[in-house]
């Protein structure tokens, strides 16, 4: 059945306010990565005996702020690609999908266990004054993870301003 001009599906209503809230998402994860750059930045002048406690402090606020909101961003891509919003291409919504996805991989597999063997080791320093490798090798690549994430930020922002658009209505 043929819907009559006007008239607006379910799916055409949840699709615009599930872009919002997944592209809030998005900005509040990039937030989130900048502020995790800077908390391991400041592990350098952290004395190892309030490592621990610097660190801990630190990791139920992640656990509290970072896992819910990746874990939002990539349902509500998900979602998106049952509800394509319209004027969104499909391969933009996948595209951040994929992004959304290879942080939540390349923090368990990369950063996630770098940090832990800082973690481990209770200190950024080594005993002989070196940094330990696993703090180098993150700081130096951390910059791959924020900007990942700052690009599916900007691609959802990008969406929200397509969808957001008036419609233009035919003359008759």
């Known amino acids: 059945m043929a819907r009559r001009l006007g008239e607006v599906s379910m799916k055409d209503r949840w699709a615009f306010p599930v872009l919002v809230l997944t592209a809030t998402a998005g900005a509040f994860a990039a937030g989130l990565a900048w502020m995790t750059h800077m908390h391991h930045r400041a ?4 004395d190892p005996a309030r490592m621990a406690d610097f660190d801990s402090g ?3 606020l ?3 702020t970072v896992i819910p909101a990746g874990v939002l ?3 509500g891509s998900m ?5 394509r919003p319209r004027g969104v291409a499909p391969w933009l919504i996948g595209t951040t999908l994929l992004l959304q996805l290879s942080v939540f991989v390349s923090r368990i597999w990369l950063w996630g266990s770098w940090a ?4 481990a080791a209770g200190s950024v320093w080594r005993a002989d004054g070196s940094p330990h490798e696993s703090y180098v090798r993150y700081m130096d ?3 791959v993870r924020i900007l990942i994430i700052t690009a599916y930020t900007l691609l959802a922002a990008g969406m929200v301003v397509r969808a957001g658009r008036p419609r233009r209505v035919p003359r008759e």
Do not use: I
């Open 43 to 46: 592990l350098r002048f952290v």
């Open 58 to 60: 630190y990791e139920r």
């Open 62 to 64: 992640s656990d509290l």
């Open 73 to 75: 961003g990539v349902v």
């Open 79 to 83: 979602l998106l690609l049952w509800l």
């Open 116 to 119: 832990e063997e800082v973690r």
């Open 141 to 143: 690549t951390n910059w």
